[in-house]
Nanobody
Framework: QVQLVESGGGLVQAGGSLRLSCTVFGRTFSRYTMGWFRQAPRKEREFVAGISWSGDTTAYADSVKGRFTISRDNDKNTMFLQMNTLKPEDSAVYYC???????????????????WGQGTQVTVSS
């Protein structure tokens, strides 16, 4: 069983930046395809960004393209989400997700993933 632990959330003013981390414990990280999702109050969980097992390929939701960057360090079993130019509508609980299959392309469907972190709150004030 793999364990995912997120960190890096917090309160930031609009226009600011945050960097989220997701560390995977228990399995060979490099065999996992990874993603970030978020859920705001009274909204469904939505895809934010995804990264292939190798890190060579990434994908983003239109709402975050050009502002967020997903990356991974397979030597440190950790995935990152650099969030710049944050907006109040980015406020949500952010979840990292993993699936133990080495997809060559990022995966945007939540039901593809079989392991989830506990979530970290991001709040952007206007």
């Amino acid at each position: 069983q793999v364990q995912l632990v997120e960190s890096g959330g917090g309160l930031v003013q609009a226009g600011g930046s945050l960097r989220l981390s997701c560390t995977v414990f228990g399995r060979t990280f490099s065999r996992y395809t990874m993603g970030w999702f978020r859920q705001a109050p009274r909204k469904e969980r939505e895809f934010v960004a995804g990264i292939s097992w190798s890190g060579d390929t990434t994908a983003y939701a239109d709402s975050v393209k050009g502002r967020f960057t997903i990356s991974r360090d397979n030597d440190k079993n950790t995935m990152f989400l650099q969030m710049n130019t944050l907006k109040p509508e980015d406020s949500a609980v952010y979840y990292c997700a993993a699936v133990r299959s080495p997809y060559s392309l990022p995966q945007s469907r939540a039901d593809t993933y079989d392991s989830w972190g506990q979530g970290t709150q991001v709040t952007v004030s206007s």
